[in-house]
């Protein structure tokens, strides 16, 4: 069925330090995978996506890697900043023209000074 | 441009009393879709709605409603309130073409007792 996890529940990274956080899915059709933050007493706010048939994306300061192989997908951030402080979740669109996003758990990324 | 608006902000509701959760938006979004985000948890899709008069169910439907007579709104109902309904909830909106870039709503944080 569908379903997209998390490794770890926080992860604490140096500020200036990159973080990557991961994400395992199990639905080989999903179309979209999509990476959202959410900050404390605030609705998740779009970060980046990636489609199935593409291997990595970079945004501004993010990039999404899609490993299919091992149906894993991770989210790197650069010289994390206070502001990154969030939970990060993970999503993805079930199949092509399924209009569901369907969420991850989701990882609390907590910046060490 | 306000974005995706939701209100009340807080409601306490007794077990069995019903009401109805207003989200409306005003950037004239196709999609709209509610989540309901409890502890420790992902955000878990209840409806979603593809355009006026379009609606469908997510993966937790039973005990809402919905009703899509316009493009900007999206309101949520339930029936009969019980306290496994106690969660924060949250309306998001996007463009169909753009599906996964949704823009949420800052949620309703909901007391069953």
Not at chain 2, 80 to 92: G, K, L
């Amino acid at each position: 069925g569908e379903s997209v996890g998390l490794h770890l529940p926080t992860l604490s990274v140096q500020e200036g330090d990159n973080s990557i956080i991961n994400c395992a899915y199990s639905n080989s059709a999903s179309d979209y995978f999509i990476w959202y933050k959410q900050e404390s007493g605030k609705g998740p706010q779009f970060i980046i996506d990636i489609r199935s048939n593409m291997d990595k994306r970079q945004g501004q300061r993010v990039t999404v890697l899609l490993n299919k192989t091992v149906k894993h997908l991770s989210l790197q951030i650069a010289a994390t900043q206070p502001g990154d402080s969030a939970v990060y979740f993970c999503a993805e669109t079930p199949a092509y023209r399924d209009d569901k996003i369907i969420f991850g758990k989701g990882t609390r990324l907590h910046i060490l000074p | 441009n306000a974005g995706v608006t939701q209100t009340p902000k807080f409601q306490v509701l007794k077990t069995g009393q019903s009401m109805t959760l207003q989200c409306a938006q005003d950037m004239n979004h196709e999609y709209m879709s509610w989540y309901r985000q409890d502890p420790g948890m992902g955000l878990r899709l209840i409806h979603y709605s593809v355009g006026a008069g379009i609606t469908d169910q997510g993966e937790v439907p039973n005990g809402y409603n919905v009703s899509r007579s316009t493009t900007e709104d999206f309101p949520l109902r339930l029936l009969s309130a019980a306290p496994s309904q106690t969660s924060v909830y949250f309306c998001a909106s996007s463009l169909q073409d753009s599906l996964t870039e949704a823009f949420f709503g800052q949620g309703t944080r909901l007391t069953v007792v």
